[in-house]
């Protein structure tokens, strides 16, 4: 049974920073591209950041570039969002995915598994 569950969000003041992490289970992590996304008031979900499988290649939305971070370690199964410089509209639910390396790890469609989401609310 596959499992990814993040855990690091909370409350932060505008300015802040957070580090949201994700642990993967019950699937071959090094077969995954592994991202994050966002579900806000609007209710949309949305790409954030994705990670290939070598942790070498990476993608940011425009909105993220140069204060998110993201990044995996393979021995662990993990991935992380470092997150800089918060904004309100940083607020959201934030989801991590598991997309199999052939697709495009941006594309929501193409995620495979996803966790339950973990709060990051951004107060000004």
């Known amino acids: 049974q596959v499992q990814l569950v993040e855990s690091g969000g909370g409350l932060v003041q505008a300015g802040g920073s957070l580090r949201l992490s994700c642990a993967a289970s019950?699937?071959?992590?090094?077969?995954?591209?592994m991202g994050w996304f966002r579900q806000g008031p609007t209710n949309e979900r949305e790409f954030v950041a994705a990670?290939?499988?070598?942790?070498?290649?990476?993608d940011y939305a425009d909105s993220v570039k140069g204060r998110f971070t993201i990044s995996r370690d393979n021995a662990k199964n993990m991935v992380y969002l470092q997150m800089n410089s918060l904004k309100g509209e940083d607020t959201a639910v934030y989801y991590c995915?598991?997309?199999?390396?052939?697709?495009?790890?941006?594309?929501?469609?193409?995620?495979?598994?996803w966790g339950q989401g973990t709060q990051v609310t951004v107060s000004s």
């Open positions: 995915g598991a997309t199999d390396n052939s697709r495009d790890p941006t594309a929501l469609r193409n995620v495979r598994y």
């Open positions: 019950g699937l071959t992590f090094g077969a995954y591209a």
């Open positions: 990670s290939r499988w070598s942790g070498l290649s990476s």
